[in-house]
């Protein structure tokens, strides 16, 4: 389902005119749509009707409260790394009993907030934290519900920077170890083993390297039964890739699919851990050219949006497709570089991108749902953009612009 289409020659989010949005929130601003987010999730979940599961949406791609909220509403749980993210959840609503605390460095007192609020389950990512939460449940009379991340070494074929089960990366516990650990984990008395959880990385598109996790996993799975140790849930990760250009990740039932085939009659509940699948392409990036710059060797739009604003190209080399609100038809087209106005040569949305553009006009930065706002910074003393939530054909702020004063009201001149 798209939600972004051109209606009367104007990009709409649903029906609302992207114009519209950019006279009354102004740009830059992240619009999302509601059915997007709805239809994500209840197509995410259709193929595991019959299957005891929890979903967990990764906080972390998109942590903004109406979005939480709406996916709490849906019946969600959430995958946090923080205890920001803990704190978010629970303000937007989110049932901590659906919690999953994953993350290679949670501190002391993120382990205590979380204990205190009673959450799912900690995904352990090393001995090291195992000692530490025993400490912690102990001092606090409970027993810690935990998963060991386990890192079962397959290779996500994604970008470096985002894949994560690899042998050489920092997360997890050593697949190698992992038998150990759990008995160890056993052993503790203020640690409870529920599940195991695994996570190899993000924007994989295709199912095998999932698959070839899951196996690895209910191998260990079944080693840790015959030695006593009960598994009751595996976590599963996040990781499906969305389409930025022209990838073909696989559809949701057809991972699904996958992974109940791999499980077969095992009687364990399931996690689940998406970030980007349900919210990369129901949101977009609003921005508005204030200038065109041709040089000898390169025309450049110079729009309001920057690399503060979404990362991801600068950081990832990530491709996002980039739309006139109102494409022309005439024979103006030109190739350009589409920059924001950050002091870095870095500093780019898209390279090379065909466009016909005059000042003023609107684009719309596309798939910018996940790893958008959420890694937004206030680089260059740029506040940060606002959402805005579309349903139908209302519009709703859903984060106002941050204010200029804002971004130093808590530092101080020295006398
Ligand atoms: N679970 C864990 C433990 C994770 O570390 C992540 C993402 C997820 C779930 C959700 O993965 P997803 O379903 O969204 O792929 N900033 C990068 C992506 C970093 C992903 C980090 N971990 C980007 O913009 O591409």
């Known amino acids: 389902m798209n939600s972004f289409t051109l209606q009367n020659g104007t990009l709409h989010a649903e029906n609302v005119s992207l114009n519209n949005i950019a006279n009354d929130y102004g740009t830059p601003c992240y619009v999302y749509s509601k059915a997007a987010l709805v239809n994500a999730y209840t197509q995410f979940c259709a193929g595991l009707k019959h299957t005891d599961h929890l979903v967990c949406f990764a906080v972390k791609s998109n942590p903004n409260l109406a979005i939480l909220n709406l996916f709490a509403s849906l019946g969600a749980g959430f995958d946090i790394v923080s205890g920001g993210e803990l704190a978010r959840v629970l303000a937007a609503g989110g049932s901590a009993d659906k919690i999953v605390f994953s993350g290679v460095?949670?501190?002391?007192?993120?382990?205590?907030?979380?204990?205190?609020?009673?959450?799912?389950?900690?995904?352990?990512?090393?001995?090291?934290?195992?000692?530490?939460?025993?400490?912690?449940?102990?001092?606090?009379?409970?027993?810690?519900?935990?998963?060991?991340?386990?890192?079962?070494?397959?290779?996500?074929?994604?970008?470096?920077?985002?894949?994560?089960?690899?042998?050489?990366?920092?997360?997890?516990?050593?697949?190698?170890?992992?038998?150990?650990?759990?008995?160890?984990?056993?052993?503790m008395p203020n640690i409870a083993v529920h599940g195991i959880d695994c996570h190899i990385g993000s924007q994989i598109t295709e199912v095998t390297p999932f698959i070839d996790a899951l196996d690895r996993v209910l191998g260990l799975v079944d080693e840790l039964e015959a030695a006593g140790v009960a598994i009751a849930h595996i976590d599963v990760g996040g990781g499906i890739g969305i389409c930025y250009a022209d990838e073909t990740p696989p559809a949701f039932h057809t991972y699904s699919e996958a992974i109940l085939?791999?499980?077969?009659?095992?009687?364990?509940?399931?996690?689940?851990?998406?970030?980007?699948?349900?919210?990369?392409?129901?949101?977009?990036?609003?921005?508005?050219?204030?200038?065109?710059?041709?040089?000898?060797?390169?025309?450049?739009?110079?729009?309001?949006?920057?690399?503060?604003?979404?990362?991801?190209?600068?950081?990832?080399?990530?491709?996002?497709?980039?739309?006139?609100?109102?494409?022309?038809?005439?024979?103006?087209?030109?190739?350009?570089?589409?920059?924001?106005p950050v002091c870095e040569s870095g500093d780019f949305l898209g390279h090379d991108r065909n466009l016909s553009l005059k000042q003023g006009d609107l684009l719309a930065i596309m798939s910018?749902?996940?790893?958008?706002?959420?890694?937004?910074?206030?680089?260059?003393?740029?506040?940060?953009?606002?959402?805005?939530?579309?349903?139908?054909?209302?519009?709703?702020?859903?984060?106002?612009?941050?204010?200029?004063?804002d971004l130093f009201a808590g530092e101080k001149i020295l006398d």
């Not at 382990?111 to 000692?131: G, W």
């Not at 991801?312 to 924001?340: C, S």
């Not at 953009?385 to 209302?394: K, P, R, Y």
Request: with cysteine; charged share 20%.
């Open 105 to 187: 460095g949670k501190t002391a007192d993120e382990m205590q907030a979380a204990l205190t609020a009673n959450i799912f389950c900690f995904n352990v990512e090393s001995a090291s934290e195992l000692v530490r939460l025993n400490d912690v449940a102990a001092s606090m009379g409970k027993k810690a519900p935990v998963s060991l991340r386990v890192n079962p070494n397959v290779d996500a074929k994604t970008h470096p920077y985002i894949s994560t089960g690899l042998k050489n990366n920092k997360f997890g516990v050593a697949f190698e170890e992992a038998f150990a650990l759990y008995q160890q984990a056993s052993a």
């Open 261 to 340: 085939a791999k499980i077969g009659k095992r009687k364990v509940k399931l996690v689940f851990e998406p970030g980007r699948a349900l919210v990369g392409n129901a949101g977009i990036l609003l921005t508005k050219v204030e200038y065109i710059k041709e040089t000898e060797s390169k025309n450049f739009a110079i729009v309001d949006a920057a690399m503060n604003d979404l990362m991801r190209p600068a950081l990832y080399d990530a491709y996002h497709e980039i739309l006139a609100v109102e494409p022309t038809n005439n024979n103006n087209t030109k190739t350009y570089e589409i920059v924001g």
């Open 368 to 405: 910018a749902g996940a790893y958008g706002m959420s890694m937004a910074s206030n680089y260059n003393t740029r506040p940060r953009a606002a959402e805005v939530m579309v349903n139908d054909n209302q519009t709703r702020l859903i984060r106002a612009r941050e204010n200029i004063a």
